[in-house]
């Protein structure tokens, strides 16, 4: 049983290029979350997502970036127009809804080391 | 809002000791979860431990325990009988339960570097 996978594991981008990072939650998961992780810091929560609906983009940057999770394949998250600001590594989860639970365990994936150069 | 405070940025303990590591939350919510992660070098993020807030009784997975005081908001986290394989950095999280339309997302402190000496 794969885990969730994200790919690229590291990305290098000049100034002004487009980032794309892609995350495949794992069998059967249809709740996605992404979150930065800045150098020297924490985990921080960016996007969550379900099957074609973004559910809370409140820790998103308003600019430059947006998320995805279509109904057939992987999550995306786009970086657009990228800064040296955006080096980080980006973590992407994922859960499964269980029925008379609050709360959805989050499985994550290995990460993205973006590089801007 | 809820926060999390992890206030040892850095930890060493011998082979085969115990260490405690501190983290303390602000929250205005009765119930609520807590998470302790661990990130090697590898960076892979790995759960340690989990504790709901409404169980009294401190959660334990082998050498890893919890000691939960959710009047004073403090989760610690203790490892015995270190291995040099627990050598990672450890991360508090905070999520609240999924109703209310609160999401689910974690919300981590800035972590604590903990290294075992051989």
């Known amino acids: 049983n794969a885990g969730v996978m994200q790919n690229p594991r590291h990305l290098v981008r000049r100034r002004g290029q487009e980032a794309r990072l892609r995350c495949s939650p794992m069998k059967g998961h249809s709740h996605v979350y992404w979150y930065r992780q800045l150098p020297e810091e924490g985990l921080k929560f960016m996007v969550y997502l379900q099957k074609e609906n973004i559910i809370d983009e409140s820790g998103m940057p308003k600019e430059r970036f947006s998320a995805e999770f279509p109904k057939e394949g992987p999550s995306i998250l786009r970086i657009q127009q990228v800064v040296r600001g955006d080096s980080a590594a980006y973590f992407c989860a994922s859960s499964l809804p269980r029925s008379g639970t609050l709360t959805y365990e989050q499985y994550f994936g290995p990460g993205t080391r973006l590089t801007v150069t | 809002a809820q926060t999390v405070t992890q206030s040892q940025p850095e930890m060493s303990v011998q082979e085969a000791e115990t260490v405690t590591l501190s983290c303390t939350y602000d929250?205005?919510?009765?119930?609520?979860?807590l998470f302790w992660y661990k990130q090697p070098p590898s960076r892979q993020m790995i759960l340690v431990i989990r504790?709901?807030?409404?169980?009294?009784q401190n959660a334990t997975e082998n050498r890893f325990s919890v000691n939960f005081q959710k009047a004073a908001k403090s989760f610690s986290l203790k490892i015995s009988d270190s291995q040099l394989g627990d050598t990672a950095m450890y991360f508090c999280a905070f999520m609240k339960p999924n109703y209310g339309g609160a999401t689910n997302k974690l919300i981590f402190g800035t972590g604590t570097l903990l290294a075992v000496q051989p």
């Open positions: 504790q709901e807030a409404y169980k009294q």
């Open positions: 929250t205005s919510e009765s119930n609520y979860y």
